[in-house]
Structures are given as structure tokens and as C-alpha cells.
């Protein structure tokens, strides 16, 4: 019984623990990395930008970049918000998708000034290139939203190591629970070990008592009290029905001894007779 419910308690805990890491993965490493690919999109977006205001990227290699930037940033976001999120997720998601329409209008200015460009970088009259205001005002604009982001992402670390504590704890029970029954099992046996022990040696006991006592006084009248029906209890039995027995054959050789020397008795008393008779008659004829 303890064995069944053992492994009863055994399924169940990893059935919880198994699904305690499936949340985990499903609903918040994967959405960690949805953030960190949006996250790191826009950094690679502003990244081009200064490429190409610093004349290291050539501007339509900047256009190619940002709008994969860009295509990878609808597709996670809208991944990501399609997820379980709990109310707290929810209210952070409100807030960071208010601020991707004006940053997403001024990345899209910025392609579209890279893009007039072509392959070569163009200056205005003052000297500096056609992007270099960009160049500034997309921190302002992408800062707050890779804030809000850093934010949703610490949201699913701490609700991952919570549930990583849920899962520790489950498999802590558990571990307990183990111990617990497996002493609880050995001390049941232990009991049990020495219960049939006493209801073997006692009975045993007694029928060696019962017969020793036979062997060392010759008492035929003993008679051993065993109160089982089991195997013991029926040796037992058989016992004081041997003995029985032999009391009854001994009191009839008794008897019979009895009876036999009576009769030898009055066979000596008649023979007496017989012959006190003869020495009388003997004396008359003479």
C-alpha cells in the first residue's frame, strides 16, 4: 500500500514539475527571446543609422538592414503579444506599444532619406549628411521602448525563477515525503518482522516447554495450551492427543498389571492351599 501510494505521488509530482518547466520554456524563455530579437533590432536599427551618418555603411546597405530590422521587430512583437501574459505583462505591453508608432515614423523617414541616397552618402549646406539629424533623434525616440522592454523581460526572469522555486519546492516535498515513507516502511516491517516472530516463537516455545517436561518427568499428563489454528496449533494438538493416547495405554497396561498380579495372588493362595491340603491328608493315612 505504501509502495502504491508512493508512486502515485511520484507521477503526480512530475506531472507538476514537468509542466512547472513547460511554462518556463513555452511561456517565458521563448518569449524572452522574442523580446531580446525585438530589443536588439532596434539597437541594430539606430546602429545602421550611425553606420551610415559616419560613412561605414553605404545607405542602401543601411536601407536593407533597417528594414529586416524592422520585419523582425513586427513578426517577435506580434508573436510575443499573442502569448499568455499575465496582468502586469499586459499593462507593460499597453505601454511599449504606444511608443512604437512615432519611433516607427521616424525610422521609416530615416529609410526613406537613406534610400534617396542610393550608394552614396549626400551632405547638406551646412556639411553634415542628409541622416545626421536622425542619427540623434532615434535614441530619444527608441530609448523609452527598449526601457519598457528591458522591463517586460525582467518581468519574465523573475516569473521564470518563480517558477523554478514552485518546481524546487514540489520536488522538495517529494524528497521528504520519500524519506518519510521509506522510514515509515521500515519501521512498519521491523514491527511486523517481530510480530510473526512472537506468534512463531511463542507457540514454540511452549510446545518445547510441553515436551521437554514429558521427556524429563515422564508425565504423561501434560498438556500444551495453544490457542492457533494454524500449522503450530495443529502439531500441538496432535501432541495431547499423543499423549492422550499413551495415557490411556498406559493406565490400561496398569490396570491389566494390576489385575494380572491379583491373580497371581490367589493362584499363590490356592496353590497353598492346595498343598497344606495334601501334607493333612498324607498325615491321616499314615
Do not use: C
Given at each position: 500500500?505504501?509502495?502504491?501510494?508512493?508512486?502515485?505521488?511520484?507521477?503526480?509530482?512530475?506531472?507538476?514539475?514537468?509542466?512547472?518547466?513547460?511554462?518556463?520554456?513555452?511561456?517565458r524563455v521563448i518569449p524572452l527571446t522574442q523580446l531580446k530579437i525585438v530589443s536588439d533590432s532596434y539597437a541594430d536599427t539606430v546602429n545602421s543609422v550611425n553606420k551610415a551618418d559616419n560613412g561605414l555603411m553605404i545607405p542602401s546597405d543601411a536601407v536593407i538592414q533597417m528594414r529586416e530590422s524592422q520585419k523582425q521587430i513586427k513578426s517577435q512583437w506580434q508573436a510575443y503579444v499573442r502569448g499568455r501574459l499575465n496582468p502586469e505583462?499586459?499593462?507593460?505591453?499597453?505601454?511599449?506599444?504606444?511608443?512604437?508608432?512615432?519611433?516607427?515614423?521616424?525610422?521609416?523617414?530615416?529609410?526613406?532619406?537613406?534610400?534617396?541616397?542610393?550608394?552614396?552618402?549626400?551632405?547638406?549646406?551646412?556639411?553634415?549628411?542628409?541622416?545626421?539629424?536622425?542619427?540623434?533623434?532615434?535614441?530619444?525616440?527608441?530609448?523609452?521602448?527598449?526601457?519598457?522592454?528591458?522591463?517586460?523581460?525582467?518581468?519574465?526572469?523573475?516569473?521564470?525563477?518563480?517558477?523554478?522555486?514552485?518546481?524546487?519546492?514540489?520536488?522538495?516535498?517529494?524528497?521528504?515525503?520519500?524519506?518519510?515513507?521509506?522510514?515509515?516502511?521500515?519501521?512498519?516491517?521491523?514491527?511486523?518482522?517481530?510480530?510473526?516472530?512472537?506468534?512463531?516463537?511463542?507457540?514454540?516455545?511452549?510446545?518445547?516447554?510441553?515436551?521437554?517436561?514429558?521427556?524429563?518427568?515422564?508425565?504423561?499428563?501434560?498438556?500444551?495450551?495453544?490457542?492457533?489454528?494454524?500449522?503450530?496449533?495443529?502439531?500441538?494438538?496432535?501432541?495431547?492427543?499423543?499423549?492422550?493416547?499413551?495415557?490411556?495405554?498406559?493406565?490400561?497396561?496398569?490396570?491389566?498389571?494390576?489385575?494380572?498380579?491379583?491373580?497371581?495372588?490367589?493362584?499363590?493362595?490356592?496353590?497353598?492351599?492346595?498343598?497344606?491340603?495334601?501334607?493333612?491328608?498324607?498325615?491321616?493315612?499314615?
Amino acid at each position: 500500500m505504501v509502495i502504491v501510494l508512493l508512486v502515485g505521488v511520484s507521477l503526480w509530482a512530475f506531472t507538476l514539475i514537468n509542466q512547472g518547466v513547460g511554462r518556463i520554456y513555452d511561456d517565458r524563455v521563448i518569449p524572452l527571446t522574442q523580446l531580446k530579437i525585438v530589443s536588439d533590432s532596434y539597437a541594430d536599427t539606430v546602429n545602421s543609422v550611425n553606420k551610415a551618418d559616419n560613412g561605414l555603411m553605404i545607405p542602401s546597405d543601411a536601407v536593407i538592414q533597417m528594414r529586416e530590422s524592422q520585419k523582425q521587430i513586427k513578426s517577435q512583437w506580434q508573436a510575443y503579444v499573442r502569448g499568455r501574459l499575465n496582468p502586469e505583462e499586459k499593462k507593460a505591453v499597453k505601454n511599449t506599444a504606444e511608443l512604437f508608432g512615432d519611433a516607427d515614423a521616424l525610422i521609416e523617414e530615416a529609410i526613406e532619406i537613406l534610400a534617396s541616397m542610393g550608394d552614396d552618402l549626400q551632405w547638406d549646406e551646412d556639411g553634415e549628411t542628409l541622416i545626421t539629424d536622425y542619427n540623434g533623434d532615434l535614441y530619444e525616440y527608441i530609448d523609452p521602448i527598449t526601457a519598457e522592454i528591458a522591463m517586460l523581460m525582467q518581468i519574465q526572469l523573475r516569473i521564470a525563477g518563480k517558477e523554478r522555486q514552485d518546481a524546487q519546492s514540489i520536488y522538495d516535498t517529494v524528497f521528504t515525503a520519500f524519506i518519510v515513507a521509506a522510514l515509515v516502511s521500515l519501521v512498519s516491517m521491523g514491527l511486523s518482522g517481530l510480530m510473526v516472530s512472537r506468534s512463531i516463537n511463542g507457540p514454540l516455545n511452549i510446545l518445547h516447554t510441553g515436551i521437554s517436561t514429558v521427556e524429563k518427568d515422564k508425565d504423561l499428563t501434560v498438556e500444551v495450551s495453544i490457542a492457533h489454528r494454524d500449522e503450530i496449533g495443529r502439531v500441538a494438538s496432535s501432541f495431547n492427543n499423543m499423549l492422550s493416547e499413551f495415557s490411556g495405554i498406559m493406565k490400561d497396561v496398569y490396570s491389566s498389571s494390576h489385575h494380572l498380579r491379583n491373580s497371581a495372588n490367589e493362584l499363590t493362595a490356592i496353590t497353598q492351599k492346595s498343598r497344606e491340603d495334601v501334607e493333612v491328608l498324607s498325615l491321616i493315612h499314615i
